[in-house]
């Protein structure tokens, strides 16, 4: 699928690269060569806080990756994970972004944002955690997902369908932004909000759904499919 550019910044992204802009001007008063590795990395912010143009499915029966990155964990997880409470036993898929990734955060599929919660906690991060994938890895990840702060968004499709999706901080990503109230109806591929900056992602889907990425991909936000939901076998993609 060909994945086209855009210029437009993220809603989220502008206080970021206003910041940098105010930055990189007051030191280029002082020093101009310095100013213009800032403003490289100006450059560089405006192409990661961008609004992506993305080809997304238009199949209602299909989850969509909500952030760029790559899939370093697939997982089935029981209804009471020791971190949250889920609606029922789940297919985990868990999304790492890069900073050289586009940070959006777009919704999963088309419904209802039922549930917007933040919970405090650390901004850690534990040896290995970047180059560990699947069950090898597990331990730190449950580190993170249990000590970090969080903020989990549920969404639910026109079939009554949940599907959670849960962004973690860590070292660099200390604001997990959603700004948009319960009861929000979104298509797939709307902007939802953003990890600032590079975060990790966990999609909580029904159990039996049809996992169609595997670990070490890497997906695009509102464009790969990430999984089909079990209402809707057939077809699988």
Not at 36 to 44: A, D, V
Not at 57 to 86: F, S
Not at 230 to 236: D, T, V
């Amino acid at each position: 699928m060909n994945r086209l550019t855009n210029a437009e910044i993220a809603d989220d992204g502008w206080p970021i690269l206003a910041l940098a802009g105010v930055v990189t001007i007051i030191v280029s008063v002082v020093a101009l060569p310095v100013g213009c590795f800032l403003l490289g990395l100006m450059i560089w912010l405006a192409h990661i806080l961008r609004v992506p143009l993305r080809q997304t499915p238009t199949d209602q029966n299909l989850v969509i990756a909500p952030a760029d990155g790559r899939v370093v964990q697939i997982d089935k997880c029981p209804a009471d994970t020791g971190v949250m409470p889920l609606p029922y036993d789940s297919l985990r898929i868990t999304i790492r972004t890069r900073f050289s990734d586009a940070q959006l955060h777009t919704s999963p599929l088309t419904g209802h944002l039922t549930d917007n919660c933040l919970f405090p906690g650390l901004f850690a991060s534990w040896p290995g955690i970047d180059r560990e994938l699947g069950p090898s890895g597990a331990a730190h990840w449950e580190d993170m997902r249990t000590l970090n702060e969080r903020r989990e968004l549920t969404l639910c499709n026109a079939a009554g369908e949940k599907v959670i999706l849960v962004q973690l901080a860590t070292k660099t990503a200390r604001q997990l932004v959603c700004r948009l109230a319960e009861g929000k109806y979104l298509s797939a591929g709307q902007p939802l909000g953003m990890a600032r900056l590079a975060g990790v992602t966990d999609i909580y889907l029904p159990a039996h759904s049809h996992c169609q990425v595997t670990l070490g991909q890497h997906v695009f936000a509102a464009e790969t499919i990430l999984a089909r939901l079990p209402s809707n076998p057939a077809g699988g993609g």
